[in-house]
């Protein structure tokens, strides 16, 4: 596709497009929160005469330099409403806003109550503007804690204004099935396919309708210029990494897939270069995996030894691959990805546990692996040794059924 002249939320604000002068904002941001001229969100706002009042911050913290499941402090002492200790009161500096000193809140600590707003950090707000980008994956939490803050923003009467950004994967592909009853989660609060296809507005539309919050509550400022077809590389905006782990485009690609294996002791690349694209584990033979694997429709697989530089197998050499997308209209995450994890696991010991243990995203008792796939039968699957076609005929059913689902909430063609 050519490149087209595609406008953020955020360019309209900076165009004139919105009226924020003279009133009092909070802002949910992060680094990709930056116009075409790779200015921050928060000086777009004051250009258009808004008065920033408090910086909001999501996961990995508003400089995104936390990594995944660590909680991030807030610049103020904010106390939680359970008792009187400081929510992210730690060792690690506060994290402060680089314009004019502004408190800035996390919105992701160290206990499930942090993950959202209370009321009282909205008092004396006229509006929640929240701008953040999303990378088109159920499991990314971004669109969970904006959903988290137009709850608590509705129900204390604040307005919120959500600045629409591309689903960097394009608008028209829809993969895996919604979450079966049971297994919603900060990695999914609302039922939605795993590839969604949709932006971040019209998510948060679908979470408003579905909730019964009121109509006035939210205003979706929408992109202009952009179609469904495209892809991030189509609308010539630039890519800021919203996360740590997500630096390329090609790494929002595998993403839908990849991140399964943070449900498994197996590496989901954290620590290399190429996090999600490169997988593996001490022990795994790369070209027996690419050989089973055959050919993979839009993408080819490398086989590989690497080194993870943290978590995961950290200082350990393992056996794995690269996914290298070729044909990202042909390519399909979900099943090259879930095809390689049987692959992987296919042959192992018995008592060798490949599930995670730990906590996963504040969630104790249900599997992480049962969480990112919506329900345990991908799971049950895999540690029985069994092929998963029936799995993945039951996810492109389930795809079929949300993309006609979603088509209520769609703002774009």
């Known amino acids: 596709l050519s490149v087209a002249p595609v406008l953020s939320g955020l360019d309209r ?58 909680p991030v402090p807030s610049s103020v002492r904010e106390r939680d409403a359970r008792d009187s200790d400081p929510v992210g009161a730690t060792a690690a500096a506060p994290r402060t806003s680089s ?45 969970w ?30 993969e895996g099935r919604p979450q079966r009853a049971g297994y919603l989660s900060f990695v999914g609060l609302r039922p939605v396919a795993v590839r969604h296809g949709m932006t971040l507005g019209e998510l948060l539309l679908l979470a408003q309708r579905e909730e019964g919050l009121e109509a006035d509550c939210l205003e ?26 997500m630096p390329t485009l090609d790494t929002a690609f595998v993403y839908p897939g990849a991140c399964l294996l943070e449900g498994t002791t197996l590496s ?17 033979d790369g070209k027996a995996l690419v050989a089973a694997l055959g050919t993979v429709p839009g993408a080819t697989l490398r086989p590989l030894t690497f080194v993870p530089t943290i978590q995961k197998h950290a200082g350990v050499a393992c056996g794995g691959v690269q996914v290298h997308v070729r044909d990202r209209e042909r390519f399909r995450p979900t099943e090259t990805y879930v095809r390689l994890l049987a692959a992987m696991l296919r042959g192992r010991d018995p008592a060798d546990n490949p599930w995670r243990q730990e906590p996963y995203e504040h969630e104790v008792e249900r599997p992480a692996i049962d969480l990112l796939s919506g329900g345990p039968e991908l799971r049950q699957q895999l540690s029985f040794g069994r092929e998963v076609d029936d799995w993945l005929g039951a996810e492109e059913k389930g795809a079929a059924a949300f993309r006609a689902a979603r088509e209520p909430f769609l703002l774009y063609e």
Not at 223 to 233: C, S, V
Not at 268 to 284: C, D, L, N, S
């Open 13 to 70: 604000v900076a165009r004139g497009d919105v009226d924020l002068r003279g009133r009092r904002v909070g802002l949910l941001m992060h680094p990709a929160s930056v116009d075409r001229r790779l200015r921050r969100a928060d000086r777009v706002l004051k250009e258009a005469g808004a008065t920033l009042a408090v910086l909001f911050g999501p996961e990995h913290g508003l400089d995104a330099a936390a990594q995944d499941l660590e």
């Open 99 to 143: 314009l004019d000193g502004l408190p800035v809140i996390s919105l992701y600590g160290d206990s499930a109550s942090s993950l959202a707003p209370r009321a009282d950090m909205l008092e004396g707000l006229d509006v929640l503007v929240v701008d953040l980008q999303d990378v088109g994956s159920r499991y990314y939490t971004y669109v």
């Open 145 to 174: 804690t904006a959903t988290f803050a137009l709850r608590v923003a509705a129900r204390a009467g604040v307005p919120v204004i959500a600045l629409d950004r591309p689903n960097p994967l394009g608008g028209a592909i829809v």
């Open 220 to 245: 979706v400022v929408r992109m202009e210029g952009w179609e469904r077809r495209m892809d991030f590389a189509a609308t010539g905006l630039p890519w800021v990494l919203p996360s740590p782990n």
């Open 268 to 284: 989901e690349g954290r620590g290399t270069t190429r996090p999600f694209e490169i997988v593996g584990a001490p022990g795994q």
